[in-house]
């Protein structure tokens, strides 16, 4: 019997959709499907090397495989300055690079625990005004004295889910998961030189129980190292627990690449804060704005990123840490979970403006990823950021300039110059 799927246009116009029945009909049947499954696609596989695919003789390859295919040369992509074989572990297919633009900000000057002195601040970004903004916002937490810096917390999560047969049992289960939490902590750490197992928080839903497992990962950011920790010490569960359970590595609840308000509360990463007290005459002489001018529009924003429900109550945290996540070789998509932000202001008794931000799932390291190319060196070793110990420093750095960009911004837009700049800065002129 043949299946009937009606597909109506308006005008021949397509896209635009007619709920009268009397309007030309398609009808494709079984047969007509079946038919078009059985065609063979005309497909071109990317050229590949399975021995070695690091090599420039491979991405040159590539590159004449996609003048073929579309008629594009890449004389820009295929210029660079570093030997291919460096990549193994980083990409795959390679072809060549994107040159993004680094511009320099600074100095800033930083008052933290890891991170004390002067800092010159690497920022990769095609966005016209940024690192003239953050520059400017730089300059003047420099001459109020600088930013304080404290990293409180820190610890990189895989949260795999159970499944049960009931409820009842999934609290037995989780029962037997904290008094076997030594044996599981052991399997984890198998798997890792540097990764440490310090908690597991469990939620329980219905039959499931999510278990949120708690990591140290050094200077790494870690979302890999604990991803094979963790399954290790699943594994190490399922042949231990006395009755069949169930397993998926991750239930969702670590929110990897996603913000979320869980790792607003209980940290994902590094939980940094950056601090700093303005003062008027420098408020004035820089931004060309009243401290508390800037204190009352402060608040009036915080009332519309609550109203928007708003990941933060900030201006513009994704802008600097994309530029450095860029800049230093961090996985460019964390900056979904790191932007998130929690801005606090208070006027003090002497006219000044106490100001901090909190940047509770701040994901950065100074090991693996992209830490370990050629640029990403070089702007690291710019912040002083290559020794080993060096990732709670980057992550100070990071609070630091966020905190510089917000009064930047919000002064621009007291002010009245904010768009006046991207005009002036932002767009090309012919």
Not at 117 to 123: A, H, L, Q, R, S
Request: hydrophobic share 40%; aromatic share 6%.
């Amino acid at each position: 019997m043949a299946a009937m799927v009606s597909l109506t246009y308006v005008n021949d116009e397509p896209g635009m959709v007619c709920a009268s029945a009397s309007q030309m009909q398609i009808a494709l049947t079984q047969e007509d499907m079946m038919t078009r499954t059985n065609q063979p696609t005309q497909r071109r596989v990317i050229p590949r090397n399975k021995e070695n695919d690091y090599i420039e003789a491979e991405a040159a390859k590539r590159r004449e495989f996609i003048r073929e295919q579309t008629g594009v040369d890449l004389p820009h992509v295929s210029n660079y300055a570093f030997d291919p074989s460096m990549l193994q572990g980083n990409i795959e297919n390679f072809i060549g690079v994107a040159q993004v633009p680094i511009g320099l900000a600074g100095p800033l000057r930083i008052n933290g625990e890891h991170a004390c002195g002067d800092f010159y601040i690497p920022m990769a970004t095609t966005e016209g005004t940024l690192v003239a903004s953050y520059n400017r916002g730089m300059r003047l937490m420099t001459e109020c004295g600088g930013v304080k810096t404290t990293v409180v917390d820190s610890g990189m999560q895989r949260a795999p889910v159970f499944v049960l047969d009931d409820a009842l049992q999934a609290r037995e289960f989780g029962r037997w998961v904290d008094e076997h939490f030594e044996a599981i902590k052991a399997a984890a750490e198998s798997t890792t030189r540097f990764g440490k197992l310090e908690s597991i928080q469990q939620f329980a839903v219905g039959p499931m129980r999510y278990l949120r497992c708690n990591y140290a990962t050094g200077d790494a950011a870690g979302q890999n190292m604990v991803g094979k920790a963790t399954l290790a010490a699943c594994q190490w569960i399922k042949q231990n627990y006395p009755n069949d359970v169930r397993y998926i590595l991750s239930g969702n609840v670590e929110t990897d690449k996603k913000h979320s308000r869980i790792n607003m509360l209980l940290t994902r990463g590094k939980r940094v804060v950056a601090e700093t007290v303005l003062q008027n005459e420098a408020m004035k002489n820089i931004m060309g704005v009243e401290l508390k001018d800037l204190f009352a529009a402060r608040q009036i924003s915080m009332v519309g990123a609550f109203m928007a429900g708003s990941a933060n109550n900030s201006a513009h945290t994704a802008n600097g840490l994309a530029a450095m996540f860029i800049a230093t070789g961090q996985d460019a998509a964390d900056v979904a979970e790191s932007h998130a932000s929690i801005s606090y202001a208070q006027l003090l008794d002497n006219g000044d403006l106490y100001w901090s931000i909190t940047l509770p799932s701040l994901i950065v390291g100074t090991r693996g990823g992209g830490t370990g190319l050629a640029t990403q060196q070089e702007c690291l070793a710019m912040l002083g950021c290559t020794a080993d110990g060096s990732a709670d420093k980057l992550a100070e750095i990071c609070g630091a300039v966020v905190l510089a960009g917000e009064a930047s911004l919000a002064s621009a837009v007291l002010h009245g110059d904010w768009v006046a700049s991207h005009d002036r800065l932002g767009r090309h002129h012919s």
